[in-house]
């Protein structure tokens, strides 16, 4: 067994549900510390985080990621425990092994073995770890990219261990990420028999216009990086249950994934403009919970294009696919942010799981990213 499949496998074994870490960190912590590393943590309302580095010199290419999971859903329709780390037909399964305890195992086996050879390497390495990104995120990453901030800390290049890879491992690195903006719309009307229409108004007839308007609106035309920005409603909700009374109002969720060929406060006054057009009687609340982030194709996109073809013999898509990451928030002290970890087919899915034959690829495609950056080999 590879250090890496046995480091993944430990991490797998704890229920590290979001926001909890379940001791995930202190695993890590403990092959940092011998490595030289300075360890400093925050614990704030249940979540639990670690900022590393070893040296103090530039550059520093830290990597970024998370050890909570989503909760496995139904035990009992998963072929093994979902905590109990399993090989079986090339695979290992658990609920996190793809997303992304296997990149974390990855970072820090790549880590051991790149010091082991290059102990007079030039610049430094952090790792930047937290238990709250598949959760609401706001006690995680956020916090200790504030820590860095207020010293004016900056971090010269990131890799976070997301699971980007598409149809086979290593076809996509994404490079930056689309904003996410919602909102939750509720349009007044007038409740009322059903069978005495001049009394009523009907709040679904009224916002009917308004929506397709919103629907066929083109709100920008993307660019080289990124698509159009898309607008979708998740959910309608009105109604008092019965049949023959018109509500009092409809509430809409909606969200927007954006580009950079927009903001989120241009998208609020379109949108706005659109309502009061159809003269309706609304409130609206929004929630903007990551701007888009982008990293140009540049030396860091190379070095991973590169690693990852020097290593399994392919070049990636470079991609801004997909929701958000903890990317948006680290975008804030570092120009270079790209993500690559394992095929993310199966996250968050009943039997997630990886390819026993990806494991140690992906630690050596991180080892020759640090030489590539630390060597400049």
């Known amino acids: 067994m590879s250090k890496t499949l046995a480091l993944a496998k430990a991490l797998i074994e704890r229920k590290s549900i979001t926001p909890s870490d379940d001791g995930c960190q202190a695993i890590l912590v403990d092959r940092l510390k011998p490595l030289g590393f300075n360890i400093e943590t925050i614990h704030q309302n249940g979540v639990t985080n670690f900022y590393a580095r070893k040296g103090s010199a530039s550059p520093l290419l830290v990597f970024a990621g998370h050890t909570d999971v989503v909760p496995p859903g139904p035990i009992d329709l998963w072929d093994s425990d979902p905590f109990i780390p399993t090989e079986k037909e090339g695979k290992l399964f658990g609920r996190g092994a793809a997303d992304m305890k296997t990149s974390l195992a990855a970072f820090i086996t790549s880590i051991e073995d790149f010091l082991e050879q290059h102990p007079n390497h030039q610049g430094s390495i952090g790792l930047l770890i937290t238990s709250d990104e598949e959760g609401v995120a706001t006690d995680g990453t956020v916090r200790l990219v504030e820590m860095l901030k207020?010293?004016?800390?900056?971090?010269?290049?990131?890799?976070?261990?997301?699971?980007t890879s598409n149809q086979n491992f290593g076809d996509t690195v994404k490079n930056g990420r689309r904003g996410s903006l919602s909102a939750k719309l509720i349009v007044k009307g007038i409740q009322g028999h059903i069978a005495y229409p001049e009394k009523i108004k009907n709040p679904?007839?009224?916002?009917?216009?308004?929506?397709?308007?919103?629907?066929?609106?083109?709100?920008?035309?993307?660019n080289?990086?990124?698509?159009?920005?898309?607008?979708?409603?998740?959910?309608?909700?009105?109604?008092?249950?019965?049949?023959?009374?018109?509500?009092?109002?409809?509430?809409?969720?909606?969200?927007?994934?954006?580009?950079?060929?927009?903001?989120?406060?241009?998208l609020k006054v379109k949108v706005e403009n659109i309502l009061n057009e159809y003269h309706l009687d609304f409130s609206i609340d929004w929630s903007h919970s990551g701007k888009p982030y982008l990293t140009k194709k540049g030396y860091l996109v190379d070095v991973l294009n590169d690693s990852i073809n020097e290593i399994i013999g392919i070049s990636p898509d470079i991609s801004t696919t997909g929701g958000t990451s903890d990317g948006r928030f680290i975008a804030d002290i570092c120009n270079q942010v790209v993500e690559f970890g394992p095929l993310n087919e199966s996250i968050h899915k009943i039997n997630e799981h990886v390819f026993l034959e990806h494991i140690d690829l992906l630690k050596n495609i991180y080892q020759r990213a640090l030489e590539k950056i630390l060597i400049k080999i």
């Open 150 to 163: 207020k010293r004016n800390e900056t971090i010269d290049y990131c890799i976070v261990g997301e699971p």
């Open 204 to 222: 679904i007839h009224e916002i009917a216009p308004a929506i397709d308007a919103l629907v066929k609106t083109t709100w920008d035309n993307g």
């Open 224 to 266: 080289e990086y990124f698509p159009q920005t898309s607008w979708q409603i998740s959910n309608i909700n009105a109604g008092t249950g019965a049949t023959n009374v018109v509500p009092g109002h409809v509430e809409v969720l909606f969200n927007f994934r954006y580009s950079t060929s927009n903001s989120a406060d241009d």
